[in-house]
C-alpha cells in the first residue's frame, strides 16, 4: 500500500512486542520459529505501513505442509485499484517470503479489509 512517513495507524496501536521494523525474510524466520515452537497458535506482527503477517503451524501435519500464512489490513478497500494493490502487496510479501508456489486465497476478514492466506501446495507421492 501507499508509502508515507508516518506509521500506520494499526502500527501505533499495536503492543510493541508485535510491530516489526526489520527486514521481511527475517520476519518469515521469526514467525516460523514461534510457530513451530507454539503450535496451534497465530504469531501476529504489524508492519509501518499496516500490513498484518501472520503464521499458523497446526502440529499434526508436517512442519512445510502445516503452515498457514495470512496477510491483511484493517481498513476495506473494495475497490478494483484497492484490490490491486492488495494483490501486489501479497505478491511482494511471498517473493521476500520465498513462499511464491503457495497457494493463495483471497477475501475479507472479520473487521472488513483485505485477507489472503497462503498454504503450501499440497504434494501427492
Not at 499495536?14 to 518469515?28: D, I, Q, S
Amino acid at each position: 500500500m501507499p508509502r508515507t512517513d508516518q506509521p500506520h495507524p494499526d502500527f501505533t496501536r499495536a503492543a510493541p512486542e508485535l510491530r516489526w521494523t526489520g527486514k521481511l525474510p527475517e520476519l518469515f524466520r521469526q514467525l516460523r520459529n514461534a510457530a513451530v515452537m507454539q503450535p496451534g497458535a497465530w504469531h501476529m506482527r504489524v508492519l509501518p505501513g499496516g500490513a498484518w503477517v501472520g503464521l499458523h503451524y497446526d502440529a499434526s501435519r508436517d512442519v512445510g505442509a502445516g503452515l498457514t500464512l495470512r496477510i491483511q489490513r484493517s481498513e476495506a478497500g473494495h475497490t478494483a485499484d484497492a484490490d490491486r494493490l492488495f494483490r501486489q502487496e501479497v505478491a511482494t510479501f511471498a517473493r521476500k517470503f520465498r513462499v511464491a508456489g503457495w497457494e493463495t486465497t483471497f477475501g475479507t476478514h472479520p473487521g472488513g479489509g483485505p485477507r489472503a492466506t497462503l498454504r503450501p501446495p499440497i504434494a501427492f507421492e
